[in-house]
């Protein structure tokens, strides 16, 4: 079956970076994107960003781009996406989502998620 | 940016119950619209994709309908399980967004 593992909770100071693994299994690594959507406490969804599993193409939610940065390693199956300059607003669940075989840009598996915590 | 706006923000009702959620695009997105439901502490889960396909594995007391900028999600005969928020996203262009969230709360 299809999954997504995350990497666990992290505590960061603001200014610093934070990356967030995804280990994927069950299915063709290299045939779907994998997308990134992150949840603060308490608020809605908010979309990242994707990457292809070759990670050789990305597309950036624009008012992250220049502080986010989405890899991949094709020998472990794993996605990595890493956001640095991090602010108190960066506090969320970090999720990472397979996108659908059909409709690539709806995720439809999702990991466990990943708490980001930025405070001094 | 797509704006997508859910109505009600709210809803209260009882299992049994229909109810319907709306999701307003700031323009128009064809088809190219999800829903989701969360529940506390849980990722998402996809139940429609294209405005109106029922994602594999969920209840047919589910249904999606719309085109445009106007859509709606419809939970026939509330179950139990089904108390959750619920999320409308558009995939028309980037970057992908999401709509506030209609929490569907037990009366």
């Known amino acids: 079956q299809v999954q997504l593992v995350q990497s666990g909770a992290e505590v960061k100071k603001p200014g610093a970076s934070v990356k967030v693994s995804c280990k994927a299994s069950?299915?063709?690594?290299?045939?779907?994107?994998l997308h990134w959507v992150r949840q603060a406490p308490g608020q809605g969804l908010e979309w990242m960003g994707k990457i292809n599993p070759s990670g050789t193409r990305t597309t950036y939610a624009q008012r992250l781009e220049g502080r986010l940065t989405m890899t991949t390693d094709m020998s472990t199956s794993t996605f990595y996406m890493e956001l640095s300059s991090l602010r108190s607003e960066d506090t969320a669940v970090y999720y990472c989502?397979?996108?659908?075989?059909?409709?690539?840009?709806?995720?439809?598996?999702w990991g466990q998620g990943a708490p980001v915590t930025v405070s001094s | 940016d797509i704006q997508l706006t859910q109505s009600p923000s709210f809803l209260s009702a009882s299992v049994g119950d229909r109810v319907t959620i709306t999701c307003r695009a700031s323009q128009g997105i064809s088809s190219f619209l999800a829903w989701y439901q969360q529940k506390p502490g849980k990722a998402p889960k996809l139940l429609i994709y294209?405005?109106?396909t029922l994602q594999t594995g969920v209840p047919s007391r589910f249904s999606g309908s719309g085109s445009g900028a106007e859509f709606t999600l419809t939970i026939n005969s509330l179950q139990p399980e089904d108390f959750a928020t619920y999320y409308c996203q558009q995939v028309n262009s980037y970057p992908i967004t999401f709509g506030q969230g209609t929490r569907l709360e037990i009366k």
């Open positions: 294209a405005a109106s």
């Open positions: 989502a397979r996108g659908h075989g059909l409709a690539g840009d709806c995720p439809e598996y």
């Open positions: 069950g299915y063709s690594f290299t045939t779907y994107y």
